[in-house]
């Protein structure tokens, strides 16, 4: 009983250290976070861990220090306030008196109108994103159609200038005076080559671009469903918002084939 006493009354200090009742100093028996104990450890005499070491301290810098903290404080207090924090606290009394004053008026009533108008954002929310999705599925079949006539086209240009260079084979073989009529033959067949790859990669870059604008638009009119929500954005989505019109106008250009 004397040495449960005598532990309990001893103060241990910052690394856990206490005096038993025969006057040695411990770091008593703990349990782990598995459950498992830690057995009492015994501290020789003299050692000081570095957690117990004292920190030195002026008694003048103290009371400097002390002084300047007052200081600051009586700075702060008398600073006259800024007009941006005038504001804000404004704003906030006027938020915590809306508050309260809901809080106090709120009833069976108010709840179902908010649930009304919650009701409402919703239906108008989904009938915007079933009308959007019929326009983008009729987009995206316009321009299947409009990939499968360039590619028809693209076929078209491909057997004319097979012929063409076929034509251009017979004659050079039945011109004279010709050194070589096998390279003039190749020349032309590796020109009409490069023109097909040409016409294709620009058809796959177009419908690479194609892809990025209505990516872009169907994000922004997300934005303009927020907004319109009632959902506050930041400056980059506004500044999204008011380039709508722009990637509207290049997106019909391209399907036009003016671009």
């Not at 508050?99 to 008026?105: A, I, T």
Request: charged share 35%; glycine share 4%; proline share 2%.
């Amino acid at each position: 009983m004397s040495n449960n006493s005598s532990r309990s009354s001893s103060t241990p200090s910052v690394a856990g250290i206490i005096t038993n009742a025969n006057n040695e100093r411990i770091i008593p028996a703990t349990r782990r976070a598995d459950g498992s104990i830690r057995p009492e450890r015994r501290v020789r005499d003299g050692f000081v861990p570095l957690e117990d070491v004292q920190r030195y301290k002026n008694a003048r810098v103290a009371v400097i220090e002390q002084q300047t903290a007052l200081n600051k404080k009586k700075l702060e207090a008398a600073r006259p306030k800024t007009k941006a924090q005038i504001k804000n606290e404004k704003r906030k009394a006027k938020k915590q008196e809306k508050r309260e004053k809901n809080l106090e008026e709120e009833d069976g009533s108010s709840l179902a109108d908010n649930e009304e108008k919650d009701e409402d954002i919703d239906r108008h929310l989904s009938e915007e994103r079933q009308d959007y999705g019929e326009s983008t599925i009729k987009e995206k079949k316009d321009l299947d159609i409009q990939a499968n006539v360039f590619l028809s086209q693209g076929l078209e240009n491909l057997t004319v200038t097979s012929v063409e260079v076929s034509t251009t084979l017979s004659s050079v073989k039945t011109q004279k005076g010709t050194s070589n009529p096998i390279e003039t033959a190749q020349h032309s067949t590796r020109q009409a080559t490069s023109e097909d790859t040409n016409t294709v990669s620009q058809m796959d870059s177009l419908k690479k671009r194609v892809k990025a604008l209505e990516k872009k638009i169907r994000q922004i009119e997300q934005l303009v469903q927020r907004q319109e929500a009632g959902e506050s954005l930041n400056s980059d989505q506004l500044e999204k918002i008011e380039r709508l019109t722009e990637f509207r106008d290049e997106l019909q250009r391209i399907k036009d084939g003016k671009d």
